[in-house]
């Protein structure tokens, strides 16, 4: 856990050049952010949620998943976090240690989302900080079987077949993609 720890303060300080570059185009006016829900409104907000939340669920899934198929970005970037390979390896600071680059590229549907379309600044920015939380939360082993939750039970099948479970915050896209592997059928196979 120490060198996952390690890896992690190392990474830091580079994880927070998206959000600052982020929030520069943000003041200046390069994005679609608006500042308050009154003007677009509650529903169009609501609606716009759900879309940048689709967006970074896509984009992430394919990010991470591109990251295992491109076998330079594997070997150079991502194989970094990928040391963490067995459930008593895995802790929510495992969550935190990748290459910088690798934390980056997971983040950017985030950003990208920006210019697509009207995101709430404080919500974006929310988001941004449960992303932490939530990468260390499916780094845990603590399974909590919530459908559609992309929970660390999902995700440490990922950390042990490379193959599976490369969502984020749900199991949709892996379901969409045919790389789901449920980890209830799984223990049911070992038994």
Same mark, same amino acid.
């Given at each position: ?35 308050? #829900? *009154? ?6 907000? +609501?609606?716009?949620? @759900?879309?940048? %939340?689709? /967006? ?55 950003? #990208? *989302? ?6 709430? +600044?404080?919500?974006? @920015?929310?988001? %941004?900080? /449960? ?61």
């Amino acid at each position: 856990m120490l060198l996952q720890i390690g890896v992690a303060m190392k990474a830091m300080p580079m994880y927070t050049a998206l959000p600052t570059i982020s929030e520069y185009m943000i003041e200046h006016g390069w994005t679609k952010c608006f500042s308050r #829900i *009154s003007d677009v409104g509650w529903a169009a907000y +609501l609606c716009y949620l @759900i879309v940048y %939340l689709v /967006i970074v669920e896509f984009g992430i899934y394919w990010m991470h998943r591109e990251l295992h198929d491109i076998k330079p970005l594997y070997k150079h970037l991502h194989a970094t976090h990928h040391i963490y390979n067995k459930q008593n390896t895995l802790s929510p600071f495992a969550g935190l240690a990748f290459h910088p680059l690798d934390g980056i590229l997971q983040a950017m549907p985030h950003v #990208i *989302s920006l210019f697509l379309l009207p995101v709430h +600044l404080r919500t974006h @920015i929310a988001l %941004l900080f /449960i992303e932490g939380i939530w990468t260390a939360n499916i780094h845990d082993c603590i399974h909590m079987k919530l459908w559609p939750v992309m929970g660390a039970g999902y995700h440490t099948i990922h950390h042990t077949t490379y193959r599976h479970n490369y969502g984020h915050y749900t199991i949709w896209m892996d379901w969409m993609f045919g790389t789901l592997r449920d980890p209830e059928e799984d223990e049911a196979k070992k038994m």
